[in-house]
């Protein structure tokens, strides 16, 4: 098992930043892939981005290449999300996930966070 619990949500304005961290325990969390997820309501959740066990390849959705940075630090047991102008589409509940490896689909990971709340206002 890996428990993953998210922090650093909150509400920002158009243009803004926010740091979104995501603490691990459990099982060896350096062997798992990590994704983040964004689900705003009514809406499917989303991949945002993902990064490798190894931390050297990240890859992320169109909608925040360039704006969103995923990193990890794996003796610390945790991932991040640095997001960087946001903008009030981007509002939603964001998750991390553990899987084995990096993938846009939902399903490719086994581990949730229970989501931290991100709010952009215009």
């Known amino acids: 098992q890996v428990q993953l619990v998210e922090s650093g949500g909150g509400l920002v304005q158009a243009g803004g930043s926010l740091r979104l961290s995501c603490a691990a325990s459990g099982r060896t969390f350096s062997n798992y892939a990590m994704g983040w997820f964004r689900q705003a309501p009514g809406e499917e959740r989303e991949f945002v981005g993902g990064?490798?066990?190894?931390?050297?390849?990240?890859y992320y959705a169109d909608s925040v290449k360039g704006r969103f940075t995923i990193s990890r630090d794996n003796a610390k047991i945790t991932v991040y999300l640095q997001m960087n102008m946001l903008k009030p589409e981007d509002t939603a509940v964001y998750y991390c996930?553990?899987?084995?490896?990096?993938?846009?689909?939902?399903?490719?990971?086994?581990?949730w966070g229970q989501g931290t709340q991100v709010t952009v206002s215009s």
């Open positions: 990064i490798a066990w190894s931390g050297g390849s990240a």
């Open positions: 996930a553990a899987g084995r490896f990096v993938g846009t689909s939902k399903y490719r990971y086994d581990y």
